[in-house]
């Protein structure tokens, strides 16, 4: 079954709770990103005094409890409830799946950055070891708060369109705004780890 828009965004709402920034998902091989995704999984289960197998139930309670506030506010079907049900009983959090949806968000945010700052993704990437996206744009005369609000337009346009769709309301909109505001903050000002 071909995973849809309701679907991304739950897996990557919860991808963004396992996700610091994109530095993960530029690893060379599945077998990277695997072992990648299952230490940092390890870091933040260690970091909440739990373990992954409670992490994860954690997460996928969240996301199951998602599902029913969407479900009840009329935003998705039944039908649609119980494939989204299915999908995250069976998810595993180190699959192809989250990480696909989570590295299409960010290569649209990193896209937005490279276009403020003048350069092809790729310079991009090969610029962000050992510094940030914030030294980067200071670095080249340019506003912090420029190169975030180009991360962010990517999602501000989806969400304009979902608006006018009538599949959100603005006061969601703006909600989801805010926490990608937030997280977008947090990616910027990341110095991205030199790479080995």
């Known amino acids: 079954m071909r995973l849809d828009r309701t ?25 990277d990103r695997t072992t990648r995704c299952q230490e940092r999984l390890a870091r933040i289960a260690e970091r909440r005094g739990v373990t992954v197998e409670q992490l994860e139930a954690d997460i996928k309670a969240r996301l ?12 998705i079907t039944s039908d649609q409830a119980a494939a989204l049900r299915q999908r995250i009983g069976n998810a595993s959090f180190c699959s192809g799946v989250i990480r696909h949806a989570l590295r299409h968000r960010v290569r649209h945010v990193l896209a937005g950055a ?34 975030e609000a180009a991360m962010l337009a990517p999602a501000k346009e989806r969400l304009a369109k979902a608006v006018a769709a009538g599949t959100i309301t603005q006061a969601q909109a703006n909600a989801r705004l805010a926490k990608l505001g937030q997280r977008i903050d947090r990616l910027a000002r990341k110095t991205f780890p030199v790479k080995s």
């Open 64 to 75: 199951l409890a998602r599902v029913d506030t969407a479900l009840a506010a009329g935003r």
């Open 114 to 147: 490279a276009d403020y700052l003048g350069v092809t993704p790729g310079e991009l990437r090969s610029e962000l070891p050992g510094t940030s996206l914030a030294a980067l744009a200071v670095k080249d005369g340019k506003t912090v708060d420029g190169l």
């Open 7 to 31: 679907t991304v965004a739950v897996l990557a709402g919860a991808g963004a709770l396992l996700v610091s920034g994109g530095a993960a998902l530029a690893s060379k091989s599945d077998g």
